[in-house]
């Protein structure tokens, strides 16, 4: 099993940076597991921000959030990491890390991102 735990959320002004942790409750993260971020903002459907490969650390990401977001893994502290720059109000959301092992997904509870204009 892979339950995530979301760390790193906070209030942060417009522009800001900001990064969200990732680690796993009573195990690690392994081989072929992959790790995502996704946020939902109130009232909104859950998306997907990016994707990694724990083993080979392969990055995708949703057009849209590439090049201010960045996903990454620390592989000896069995981390992962999303960075986040230039923040705007809208992203405003929960941000969730999700770990899929064997086609079975497993979800944090959320860090909350707030954003203030």
């Known amino acids: 099993q892979v339950q995530p735990v979301e760390s790193g959320g906070g209030l942060v002004q417009a522009g800001g940076s900001l990064t969200l942790s990732c680690s796993v409750s009573g195990g690690t993260f392994v081989g072929d597991d992959m790790v995502a971020w996704y946020r939902q903002a109130p009232g909104k459907e859950r998306e997907v921000i990016a994707t990694i490969t724990w083993d080979d650390g392969s990055r995708h990401y949703t057009d849209s959030m590439r090049g201010r977001f960045t996903i990454y893994r620390n592989y000896h502290e069995n981390r992962a990491f999303l960075h986040m720059n230039g923040l705007k109000f809208e992203e405003t959301a929960n941000y969730y890390c999700?770990?899929?092992?064997?086609?079975?997904?497993?979800w944090g509870q959320g860090t909350q991102v707030t954003v203030s204009s």
């Open positions: 999700s770990g899929k092992r064997d086609s079975v997904g497993y």
